[in-house]
């Protein structure tokens, strides 16, 4: 199993249901998938080359995708925190924990959604409308990591039986890893 693979099987995942979850903030699929392809040949020169454990030895999450909550800025991607005044507003760089993660060498799939600044219990904003709970659409998936949760419950479940179950990482849960 490649990355190229596994990030391909996630976006391919995110299209079908964040038309029904509105989870989706901003997008960087074309990359992603070109970051996992370099990757990946990356890997396959090092095993060549009996270099593999050390291109590893830094990267426990080598080629792994995640996603970004909007208040934790990947760059060049939206970081508007689901403000209408910071509408159009870019990331000019990565958040510290987003750097940490791909420093850790994962591939970033998107922004997800969160109440307006983060200060709701529901994740919901004028700018990009409510995020829907994959298991009753009529309710939202609740606080301010609503889009990531939403977004993991439904990679991991899909018609009650586990997919990919130690594969994906949404970033929170990448940052408590990564503190330990």
Request: aromatic residues 8%; contains cysteine; proline residues 4%.
């Amino acid at each position: 199993l490649t990355s190229g693979e596994v990030v391909g099987a996630f976006i391919e995942r995110v299209k079908e249901v964040n038309p029904y979850l509105n989870a989706v903030v901003d997008e960087r699929f074309e990359e992603a998938l070109q970051e996992a392809n370099t990757l990946d040949q990356r890997l396959h020169e090092a095993r060549w080359g009996g270099a593999d454990t050390e291109l590893l030895k830094d990267k426990p999450l080598y080629g792994l995708p995640f996603t970004v909550k909007e208040s934790c800025s990947l760059a060049g991607m939206s970081d508007s925190v689901g403000c209408v005044e910071r509408s159009g507003s870019r990331a000019a760089s990565d958040g510290a924990a987003v750097r940490r993660v791909r420093g850790a060498g994962a591939v970033p799939l998107l922004v997800s959604a969160t109440p307006e600044l983060c200060l709701g219990w529901e994740t919901t904003s004028l700018l990009h409308g409510r995020t829907n709970n994959p298991y009753d659409l009529h309710c939202t998936p609740g606080g301010s990591s609503g889009g990531e949760v939403r977004l993991s419950n439904y990679f991991f479940f899909k018609k009650r039986k586990i997919i990919f179950p130690q594969i994906f990482y949404s970033l929170t849960q990448l940052i408590c890893i990564t503190e330990v």
